[in-house]
């Protein structure tokens, strides 16, 4: 939830930055985080769950990130029964979904 709050924060152009939940039966939650930045262009919105990958119009724009946070958003998201999806926001901008339910998938190291 950091990571995608940060990256919100950061890409929001100076609006505030939302959140919400909602449960979801049988015991599941969707975390959504909008923000009104740039977005993300079609053929990039697969790609930066990606480790290491960073578009380029975020290169150009000197940002310091290293293309970790989303990767290990989905990765996290993954490792308890979950998925994360990336949606263009009406109006411009993003909107991340963090849906989570059921059990954990079982790690290879148990």
Do not use: W
Request: hydrophobic share 30%; charged share 25%; aromatic share 6%.
């Amino acid at each position: 939830m950091r990571n995608l709050l940060e990256s919100a924060r950061r890409y929001a152009s100076g609006s505030p930055v939302e959140a919400s939940l909602e449960p979801l039966k049988p015991g599941g939650a969707l975390l959504r985080i909008p923000d009104r930045g740039p977005g993300v262009l079609e053929e990039e919105r697969e790609r930066i769950f990606e480790p290491f990958y960073r578009p380029p119009t975020l290169r150009k724009q000197g940002n310091r990130g290293v293309g970790l946070g989303l990767a290990l958003v989905r990765q996290i998201a993954r490792h308890h029964g979950g998925v994360v999806r990336f949606l263009q926001r009406e109006g411009g901008g993003t909107c991340f979904e963090v849906e989570l339910r059921g059990s954990p998938v079982p790690s290879k190291h148990s």
